[in-house]
Each structure stands twice: as C-alpha cells, then as structure tokens.
C-alpha cells in the first residue's frame, strides 16, 4: 500500500539512525527484532523464516544479526556465535578484516562508484595482480558481483570462442541459479520448475573421468560437439565432494582433444578455501577459463570475476562491450578484492586451510566412531567440509543443538542431510576446539534423544 511521503521519511529517518548506531534499550531492541520478522513475514518471503532449520528449531528464529568481527558473529541481543559458516564461503578473511575495510574507506572516501567512461585504475589494477596469480597463462578478467554473473559470462565467452553450444556439467554440480547457471545446476528440484533450460547440457557422474569420456564420445558419434566442460574443483554445496585425484587432469585432456573449453568454477574453492591458493592446484591443471567469487570480495564487498587466456579473450576485443555491466568491476569491489588478495598471500590463508582442515577431519572422524548412529561421514579439503548425517532430522537437530550452543553452521543447497564447516582460513585454534567441544555435547544429546 502506498504511504504518504512523510510516512515513508519517518520510516527511513528511524531506519537511518539505528544503521547511525543510535543507543537501543532493551526494550526497543525486542520490538526491533519483532518488526523485523514481521517485515520479513510480510515484504520479503515469509517461506525464508521457516526454512532455517537450524535457528527456527533452537527457538531462536529473531536472532537479528548485528555485528561481527574475524569469526565471531554477534546478534542485537548480544548473543555471541562462533562463525563456522563463513557467509557460505564469503568471509574466508573473517568478518570485517581491517586490512579490506581500510581499502574500501580509503575509496569510499575518494569516490564510490564510477562514471563508466573514464578508466577506472582498480580494475586495471586487480585483473593485472590476479594475472599474475592465476594458474598458467589466465590473463584477462572481466568483474561482476556475484557467481551467478561469473558463470554466465563464462558460458557467454565459451559460446562466442568455440561457436557451440553444449555444455557438460556434474550431477551435484552448483553454479548459480540465473536461466544460463541454472542449466548447469546438477539438482533437480532447482532446475526442475525453470526447465528447459537455455543450454544444452549433458550431465555426467561427478569424479567420473570414464563416464566423461564416454560423454565427449557419444557426443561426437552424433556430431555434437562440446563448448565446455563446467566443474568445481571441490563440490560445494554437494556436500564438500573431492574427486579422485585423476579426475581434472582426465578433464584436461579430453577438453584439449575434443577441442573443448574446461572451465573451473572456483567461486567457492578458489583464495585458499581448499587448502591451495586455487582449487585446481591441487592437480596442476590449468583450465580455459577460470570463475571466482565469494571470498575474493574480502568478506566486505560483492565482486566475482571470469578470467580467461589472452587467445579466448580475442574475441571478446572487437567488441568491448559484447558483455558489459554497470556496477561489476567498480572501484569500492576492486578495492576490496585487492586488498583480499594481500591479506590471503600475507597470511598464508591457504596454508592455514590446509593444517586446520586435516585437523578437523581427524577428529570429526573420531567423533564418527564414538557417535556412529549421529555422524555417517566427514568429507571435504581444507576448510571446505561437509558432515553427512543418515538423515536429514539429525542434521536439523544438530544444526539447532550447535546454533543453541552458540556455534553457527548451516546445510549445503544441494544435499539436505550434509551440514557445511566453512570457517574463516584464519580461526584460531583455540576457537576450532571450541567448536569441536560443542559439536561433541550436541552429538551426546542427539544420541541420547534417538
Ligand atoms: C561453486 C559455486 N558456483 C556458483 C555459485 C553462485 O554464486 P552466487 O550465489 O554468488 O551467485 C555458488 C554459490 O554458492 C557456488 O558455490
């Protein structure tokens, strides 16, 4: 219903003081929060409160999230959570890392966005530092703002080189959810409502490389020829899913034979989440074209990019602007993922993945063997782990038992009974005990109420 313009300033006014930090009593901060689930409930999708398992079955549903800093979260009640989520990948330098916020004041001081016509030096800036981080010779970046983006323009670069059209993608496979990201999503209940989709996609068993060969083979019997290849180094939201160790060098090599383009999706992998700087280091296999996001924003700022090789990137010369975007590659973003790539390098982000995610694997393996009916298997690489759970209720049920103790993790979109732990790379120790402590009284209680 349309309000009056007063009405619609005293809104914005009280709005704009609280974001100011204006003092709340208690009081004021329990109507607070009640009004927020009654905007949520009325003018944004009522379906969102019911659907976090974890926080709605704890009876904490209104904990309205206010502040955070490194890997603690704290709502408006001053409830404290240990973040072992991590903003679904996002905050892999932790919440509010000084050295990205320092980048983003520094510009915001200057100037926040751009005209578009002038050459904007932080983009320059960080597709020339992420050139000389990509794996072999990834040169060229164009800056979007989330994955969704960086795929789609991924699909749009590989059609426009390759002159075809058909896709192959991994069942599990997540890759953003737009017309062209969705026709690579390897879950049905995504899918399903939008099909078809704009591509021609063919699915093959994830870590598969046979059944991938078989694809590319029984493709070329009919004279289909393959664009790309789309794959996560590690599947995400499948759950923290490590392929065999042959699978992306197999993935390589059929590509280069089929004359295919392989393109890594390393949105959620990518700046150390698995333990290597890039997911695809693992393997040494350098793709065609390489997708990030999340984590390269910093945890302050939405950027994502799709980097390719100076020879793809030909084609996307005579005309610029095949592909453009307003906001994507503005100077606030660039500025925060520059400074996102300092403090990875700095503080060996990727090596901290790597020690802390064998760590907890060890002893989520031993809380496996001790709590055998609860936890059904741990997986994963670095912080990128996922625990699988024999049903989805005991999932739910200790996802609201950690959140009850304070401890914040979530599901993965694509598998309901696997509970996520993507922390920031740099947790503490100290803190991953904690966790590990809460996680172990949660699993007691499960057992005992089965
Ligand atoms: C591997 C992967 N690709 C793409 C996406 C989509 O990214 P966004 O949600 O930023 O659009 C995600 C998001 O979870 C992801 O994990």
């Given amino acids: 219903m349309r309000l009056s313009t007063d009405e619609v300033l005293q809104q914005t006014r009280r709005y704009l003081d609280l974001i100011g930090g204006r003092h709340l009593s208690t009081a004021e901060k329990q109507s607070f929060i009640a009004e927020t689930v009654e905007s949520y409930e009325r003018y944004y999708n009522r379906g969102f409160i019911s659907y976090r398992k974890a926080v709605t079955e704890a009876g904490q549903f209104a904990a309205l999230e ?10 408006l009640l001053g409830r404290e959570y240990i973040d ?9 330098a932790g919440v509010n890392h000084p050295k990205v916020m320092k980048a983003v004041a520094d510009q915001m001081q ?3 966005l751009n005209s578009q016509e002038l050459l904007e030096p932080w983009r320059a800036a960080l597709a020339r530092v992420l050139a000389g981080i990509t794996p072999g010779e990834l040169q060229n970046s164009f800056f979007i703002n989330n994955g969704t983006d960086a795929i789609e323009g991924a699909i749009k670069l590989t059609r426009l080189f390759t002159r075809r059209n058909t896709f192959i993608s991994a069942i599990g496979g997540f890759h953003g959810k737009s017309m062209g990201s969705l026709s690579l999503m390897g879950k049905a209940s995504f899918r399903e409502p939008f099909e078809a989709g704009l591509q021609d996609v063919r699915f093959v068993p994830y870590g598969d490389s046979e059944a991938l060969e078989s694809e590319f083979r029984r493709c070329e019997a009919v004279g289909v020829q393959i664009a790309g290849v789309v794959l996560e180094p590690v599947q995400g939201e499948a759950g923290g899913v490590v392929p065999p160790p042959d699978f992306f060098p197999r993935a390589r090599e059929l590509c280069t034979r089929y004359g295919a383009l392989l393109i890594a999706d390393e949105i959620q992998t990518g700046m150390g989440r ?5 997911g695809v280091d693992h393997w040494n ?5 390489m997708c990030v996001g999340k984590s ?7 950027l994502s990019a799709f980097i390719s090789t100076a020879a793809i990137w030909e084609v996307m010369v005579p005309n610029p602007i095949i592909h453009s975007t307003t906001f994507g590659g503005n100077p606030l973003a660039c500025a925060a993922g520059l400074a996102a790539i300092e403090v990875t ?8 993945a790597a020690i802390k995610g064998e760590f907890l694997l060890r002893e989520l393996g031993c809380l496996q063997e001790k709590y055998p009916s609860v936890l059904k298997a741990a997986q994963g690489k670095g912080l990128l782990i996922g625990m699988e759970f024999p049903q989805q209720e005991i999932g739910w049920k200790v996802a609201s038992g950690l959140f009850r103790r304070g401890v914040l993790v979530a599901g993965t979109y694509s598998k309901a009974q696997v509970i996520r732990i993507e922390p920031a790379l740099g947790i503490p120790m100290e803190l991953l005990q904690e966790m590990l402590n809460r996680l172990e009284d949660t699993f007691r209680e499960v057992a005992k109420e089965m």
């Fill in 66 to 75: 206010w502040s955070g800093e490194g890997s603690m979260l704290w709502d």
């Fill in 274 to 278: 698995t333990g290597k700087l890039w």
């Fill in 296 to 302: 390269i924003g910093g945890g302050v700022m939405p």
């Fill in 110 to 112: 200057r100037m926040a």
């Fill in 345 to 352: 390098l700095e503080e060996d982000l990727p090596g901290q």
């Fill in 84 to 92: 072992c989520l991590g903003g679904f990948g996002i905050f892999s």
């Fill in 285 to 289: 296999v350098v793709p065609d074209i």
